[in-house]
């Protein structure tokens, strides 16, 4: 049974994603502070987590980077304020996922479903063995998911390394954000356009000097285009 932690000083809205996640078969814990989630996650294993930004003592962003120092667990985050500063840190710290207060219980399990299926999905794929791309000094191995500019190893966030090695392996083609959002993030992923543009700017600012290799296409999409 896949378990669930859902994060949240507000006791309703605990019980109301308690209440609809196990009528979806989903086994469901709960903590009421950032504290207490990181206490559960260094004593238990859970397939995602549910956690609200906005919580007294430690927020939300900061109890999942304390999280992620010893376990990789997929994180959908929620909060009140939809402002794209808040998505992109989010997402700069590797979080799957951000909903937006107020939402709809079915949306939201929809989203774990995706998360959960898509971590699955990527965790028995095989990549090719020694699959590596050299675009003068940018180095792009996909097989060993690693970035390096001059030599130097980038840390990106899952997710960029997803988009990049995506771009990388589709050159010349201008890739719409549909397609984008189809084949980096799932066929029945519960986003919009603004999620591809916010990890495009993310990525951009990863690849430095490289970002001119991603070139916008107004109203059609994105293309790699490496010198």
């Known amino acids: 049974m896949r378990r669930i932690l859902v994060v949240d000083d507000e006791q309703a809205i605990r019980e109301?994603?308690?209440?609809?996640?196990?009528?979806?078969?989903?086994?469901?814990?709960?903590?009421?502070?950032?504290?207490?989630?990181?206490?559960?996650?260094?004593?238990?294993?859970?397939?995602?987590?549910?956690?609200?930004?906005?919580?007294p003592k430690i927020d939300g962003f900061s109890a999942y980077k304390e999280i992620r120092k010893s376990k990789d667990i997929p994180v959908?985050?929620?909060?009140?304020?939809?402002?794209?500063?808040?998505?992109?840190?989010?997402?700069?710290l590797g979080i799957d996922d951000y909903v937006v207060k107020p939402f709809s219980l079915k949306e939201l399990m929809a989203r774990v479903n995706v998360v959960i299926s898509r971590r699955n999905a990527n965790e028995g794929k095989d990549s090719p063995r020694g699959e590596t791309f050299k675009f003068d000094g940018l180095e792009?191995?996909?097989?060993?998911?690693?970035?390096?500019?001059y030599g130097k190893r980038q840390v990106m966030t899952p997710k960029e390394y997803?988009?990049?090695?995506?771009?990388?392996?589709?050159?010349?083609?201008?890739?719409?954000?549909?397609?984008?959002?189809?084949?980096?993030?799932?066929?029945?992923?519960?986003?919009?356009?603004?999620?591809?543009?916010?990890?495009?700017?993310?990525?951009?600012?990863?690849?430095?000097?490289?970002?001119?290799?991603?070139?916008?296409?107004?109203?059609?999409?994105?293309?790699?285009?490496?010198?």
């Not at 009421?32 to 906005?54: L, N, Q, R």
């Not at 959908?76 to 700069?92: P, V």
């Not at 799932?186 to 001119?212: A, F, N, P, Q």
């Open 140 to 149: 792009v191995n996909i097989s060993g998911r690693e970035v390096s500019i």
């Open 76 to 92: 959908i985050m929620l909060s009140a304020r939809g402002e794209e500063y808040d998505k992109l840190y989010g997402f700069e």
């Open 16 to 55: 109301g994603i308690r209440e609809f996640a196990e009528f979806e078969g989903y086994q469901v814990h709960e903590a009421k502070s950032g504290t207490e989630a990181i206490d559960k996650c260094m004593k238990e294993d859970f397939d995602v987590i549910i956690m609200d930004v906005m919580m």
């Open 162 to 227: 997803d988009l990049l090695f995506y771009l990388v392996q589709n050159p010349d083609i201008v890739l719409s954000r549909e397609e984008l959002l189809n084949k980096v993030w799932g066929y029945d992923y519960y986003g919009d356009d603004r999620t591809v543009d916010s990890h495009i700017k993310m990525l951009r600012r990863s690849l430095g000097e490289y970002r001119k290799f991603i070139v916008t296409y107004r109203g059609a999409g994105y293309k790699f285009e490496p010198d």
